[in-house]
Every structure is written in C-alpha cells, then in structure tokens.
C-alpha cells in the first residue's frame, strides 16, 4: 500500500462539536458510578476484614452479631479495649466519645481535658451502630495519617541572636493562632476522616477562609479520585466526622496529637 495515497478520515468541525460533549458526557457518567460504587466497596472490604466469625467450638450462633443488646455492649467493650491499647503509650492520645458529644485528650489512660462538641455530623456509615464489623474495627487505637490544618503544629519564632547582653530585648511575636481561625483535618490510616472546625465567628472573614480551607482539601481528595478513576480504579471512600468544637480547645487539641497520634472512638 502506498503511504502517499491513504486516506486519512477528516472530523469536520459540527462532528467534533457533538464528538467532545458526548465523550465528556460518558466520562462524567463514568466517574459518577465509580463514586457511588466506592463506599458499597470500602463497606465489602471492612465487612470482609472485621465480619463475625463464629469460633467452631462455640455454641454461640452468629445472630447475636445483630443482637441490639450484645451489639450496645461490644461498642462500650471496644473504646475501652481501644483505650487500654493507647494507654500504653506515652504520648497524648484522643478519645472521641460521640454518644457523649465529647473528646478527650488522654495520657497513659488517664484524661487531662475534656471538650463539649458544639454540633457533629456522622456518615451514615459510622452513625450505623448495628454494624458489628464496624465496632470490631475501632477495638482498636485508629492512627493519624495525614493531617491538614489551617495553623502551624508549632508556632514559628525567628530570632536574631544579639551581640551582647546590652543588645538583648525579648522577642514578642504573636502565635499566628491567635487571629487566623482553626479548622484541621486527620486522615486515619483506617480510612476514616476527621474534619474539625472552629465554632465561632470572630470577624466576617472567619466563615470564608473556613470555606476556602475546605475547598482546597475537596480540591485534594477530588484529584486522587480522578487518578484512580481514569486508571479504572474504584475510588476510596472515607467514612467521616466533622465537629464543631471552641476555638481555643481546637487549637489545644490539634497542637497536642502527636504526627502520628491515636485516636479511640465511640459511636
């Protein structure tokens, strides 16, 4: 075949005009059912890890996994098992009591602070406390894996060392904290997120940099679900909490955690 006299097929241009938003269509689709596959995945894949399994030797059927009862004292038995794990530790540790509608900074088991959760809301993945794979899966410390906060962990000093005593004046620079709002967000190496956000409004700008922080973090997790989309990956689905706790005690527990803190956790 000669090369020169193949006939290359020319797309006119009212053709690409319906081509583009048909291909553009199918892929949004496309992305829309992989989202809502996502959580019947992650729900599979914990079901499978952290599911009832009956001991062959027990007597014990496995519908007491949807007895309400049993389920009302496994939750209690798992945030403290949970508890006793941290304990262990030397480091602060959180404990997030929903039904409590409080969190608690713990050291060696022993809690130091206790702060009132103004407003939560749960998905209905972890508000499901008939779920025994759930509740077997928080028996456990869960670990701070990535963190995103609107202030620094520590805050940042820069001082120039004098030459002498007589030039020596203190330093007095104000924690950036003290005026820019708090809101943070813990990604648990389980899956679970935890979005914290200051509950009050000291000035007008307050709410739109609350909006712009979150925007960003939507901005981050939209782009690791379109990676994993256009590799024909289903997208991972996180269970979530978002609080509304005081200012000050935000800043205070943030601060606290350790990078790689642990959390225990009631629903």
Request: proline share 7%.
């Amino acid at each position: 075949m000669d090369p020169e006299n193949v006939n290359i097929p020319v797309i006119s241009r009212p053709e690409r005009k319906r081509f583009i938003p048909a291909i553009t269509g199918a892929f949004i689709l496309y992305y829309l059912i992989m989202m809502l596959i996502a959580p019947v995945k992650t729900l599979n894949s914990i079901n499978s890890e952290y599911g009832f399994t009956p001991d062959e030797k027990s007597v014990v059927s496995d519908s007491i996994a949807t007895d309400s009862t049993y389920l009302a004292l496994f939750r209690e038995r798992a945030f403290i098992q949970a508890r006793v794990d941290m304990a262990a530790s030397d480091s602060l540790c959180l404990s997030l009591n929903l039904p409590d509608s409080s969190v608690n900074i713990d050291i060696a088991g022993v809690t130091v602070s206790r702060t009132e959760i103004s407003k939560m809301t749960v998905s209905r993945m972890l508000k499901d406390r008939q779920s025994y794979a759930i509740t077997s899966m928080l028996s456990k410390p869960l670990t701070i894996e990535n963190a995103f906060s609107s202030i620094p962990r520590e805050p940042l000093m820069i001082k120039m060392a004098p030459k002498d005593t007589s030039e020596y004046k203190p330093d007095i620079i104000p924690d950036t904290a003290d005026y820019e709002p708090v809101n943070f967000i813990l990604e648990l190496e389980e899956g679970i997120v935890i979005y914290v956000y200051q509950d009050e409004r000291l000035n007008a700008f307050d709410g739109i940099r609350c909006f712009f922080f979150d925007l960003g973090y939507r901005f981050v997790r939209t782009w690791r679900a379109l990676k994993s989309v256009i590799t024909l990956k289903v997208p991972e689905y996180n269970p979530y909490i978002k609080l509304r706790l005081p200012r000050e005690d935000a800043k205070i527990l943030y601060r606290a955690l350790p990078e790689k803190g642990q959390i225990a956790l009631l629903r």
